[in-house]
């Protein structure tokens, strides 16, 4: 329990509890001033406009022609309030008030409530009881003249105890309704929490376990699609990419460890066999040393470009790119390599519009694409570079073969590093090409698939060719 009301959401519950307590106290308030505030007000414009009419009805008729209104009014039984004494003697001329009120003494002129006893009648007229009722009123002395001995003191007022009564039951009830709204208000931010707290805590979980190692824990997701259900998708979409990340060290450290342990070892051999040979042999050594630490750093390289692609920061700009541009380039320059190598390079484009992209990414993918097709397409005759629109927006990029192609079976094997088919063994390379091209597409956020190329009839000597695909999202702008 303690815990909940330690939360942030439990704290801002409480906030939102006493704003809003304090909306409906300012509103009460508004509304007590509208209805018995405003009562009040009336109560008091009626009790000075009967004192103002019998001043005028003192002065112009004398006190016999008062003494009879009051009487008069009295007999209507109703909730008014009247007391007429002469004084100095103090007898009481009129009214339907037995005893001067004590707080009429010191209020005079003034507006005063107090407390008055009436009798309580039977249905044929008998008094069965005494009433105490509330009452305000007002107290004013009339005199015939300044200089007359004789005045007169009225006391004028209204029977208010109904009202009053009303005031009193609705001021409990907005206490109650202010108690039950406080009491509601931390009853649900005490759930609201809880819940909250227990969605909190499998996020901690989770933590904790990746923290001890399991990198394979996720965050677990409700459906409700609220915001908490975003983060943890994006959060689990972040503990993916840390966990391929650090599949994908663990994979070139053992891939480095493997597959450059034996060129390290041809160079040492080479290197102690040639300190006991001749010159023209120690330059032999010394030349394939050299070539062997050109291959191994070129590994290094684009190991280091792939993690720098994966990693966001060799990702470079991202910016409206023209993929048209990008391969006519592109084959211009490979057009010379294609010739050396007997094949026909063919570009094919259409009106395509811009996407997305680091222009010098998606060079070195095409470059990659066509060095993949110059060694390994051997016995074809055609290299297709193609970019086009896609059909729901986007654009697609393209290089086709008429070579032998690649098995089904083998094509997603091709993209993990160091990975190399039986058939490419006896060509250069480290085996790194469509790691890194395969890189370059998550970072576009393009999908990257293989499909039989320009020789897709697998009929003579079972060729089927490769296209290699890269189709990119359209450009949000």
């Given at each position: 329990m ?5 939360t942030?959401?439990?704290r801002?519950t409480?906030i939102?509890v ?5 909306a ?23 009790i000075e406009?009967e004192?103002?009419q ?23 039984s109703?909730d008014?309030?009247y007391m007429l004494?002469?004084a100095?003697?103090?007898?009481v001329?009129?009214?339907n008030?037995?005893a001067l009120p004590?707080e009429?003494?010191?209020a ?5 409530n107090?407390?008055f006893?009436?009798p ?7 008094e069965?009881?005494?009433q105490?009722?509330?009452?305000r009123g007002?107290?004013?002395r009339?005199r015939?003249?300044?200089?007359a ?10 029977d ?7 005031r009193?039951?609705s001021?409990?009830v907005?206490m109650?309704?202010a108690?039950?709204?406080?009491a ?10 809880r819940?909250l707290l ?6 901690n ?10 990198l394979s ?9 609220d915001?908490?259900d975003?983060?943890?998708t994006?959060?689990?979409?972040m503990?993916?990419?840390i ?12 891939n480095?460890?493997h597959d450059l342990?034996?060129p390290?070892t041809?160079?040492r ?6 300190l006991?040979?001749?010159v023209?042999a ?6 394939a040393?050299?070539?062997d ?17 994966q990693?966001?920061?060799g990702?470079?700009?991202m910016?409206a790119t023209?993929l048209?541009?990008?391969v006519?380039e592109?084959?211009?320059l490979y057009e ?33 694409f066509?060095d993949?097709?110059?060694?390994y397409?051997f ?6 570079l193609k970019v086009?629109p896609?059909?729901f927006?986007?654009a ?6 008429d070579?032998?192609g690649v098995?089904?079976k083998d094509?997603?094997r091709?993209?993990?590093?160091f ?6 063994r006896?060509?250069?390379g480290?085996g790194?090409?469509l790691?890194?091209?395969a890189?370059i597409?998550?970072a576009?956020?393009?999908?990257l698939r293989?499909?039989d190329?320009l ?8 060729k ?6 890269m ?7």
């Open positions: 303690l815990r909940i009301l330690r942030t959401s439990f801002f409480l939102y006493v704003l809003f307590s304090g409906v106290a300012v509103l009460g308030a508004y509304l007590y001033s509208a209805t018995f505030g405003e009562a009040a007000n009336q109560t008091d414009t009626v406009s004192i103002s019998l001043a005028d009805l003192f002065s112009s008729s004398g006190p016999g022609m008062l003494t009879r209104v009051i009487r008069q009014r009295t007999a209507w109703d008014s309030i004494i002469g100095p003697s103090g007898a001329l009129a009214g008030l037995t004590p009429a003494l010191t005079e002129g003034d507006f005063f107090f407390k006893e009436r309580i009648l039977d249905a044929a007229g008998r069965t009881g005494i105490q009722r509330e009452a007002k107290v004013m009339f015939s003249s300044q200089e001995e004789q005045s007169y003191l009225i006391v004028v007022a209204r208010v105890a109904g009202r009053e009564f009303l009193s039951r001021q409990s907005i109650r309704i108690l039950v709204t406080i509601f208000g931390v009853v649900i931010g005490l759930l609201f929490s819940a227990r969605r909190v805590e499998a996020v979980k989770t933590a904790r376990a990746i923290r001890g190692g399991d824990q996720r965050i677990p997701e409700t459906g409700a699609g915001e908490l975003n983060l943890s994006n959060l689990n979409a503990l993916d990419q966990e391929r990340l650090m599949a994908g060290m663990r994979d070139v450290s053992d480095i460890a342990r034996s390290l041809r160079i051999n080479r290197l102690t066999d040639a006991e040979c001749d023209a120690k330059d032999k050594a010394l030349r040393t050299i070539d630490s050109e291959r191994m750093l070129a590994t290094f390289n684009a190991l280091l470009s792939i993690a720098r692609i990693s966001g920061e990702a470079g700009v910016e023209d048209v541009a990008i006519e592109m084959a211009e010379p390599a294609a010739q050396d190598a007997g094949f026909d390079l063919v570009l094919i484009t259409a009106p395509t519009p811009p996407v997305n992209g680091s222009r010098e990414l998606v060079s070195q993918a095409v470059a990659n066509l993949n097709a110059l060694k397409a016995g074809g005759k055609r290299i297709e086009e896609a059909k927006g986007g697609i990029l393209s290089v086709s073969d070579g032998p098995d089904v094509r997603d091709i993209l993990e590093r990975v190399r088919l039986e058939g490419s006896s060509t250069p480290s790194l090409g790691s890194l091209v890189a597409a998550r576009h956020g393009a999908t293989f499909e190329g020789a897709s009839e697998v009929s003579q000597g079972g089927r060719g490769l296209r290699i695909v189709e990119f999202p359209a450009f949000a702008g």
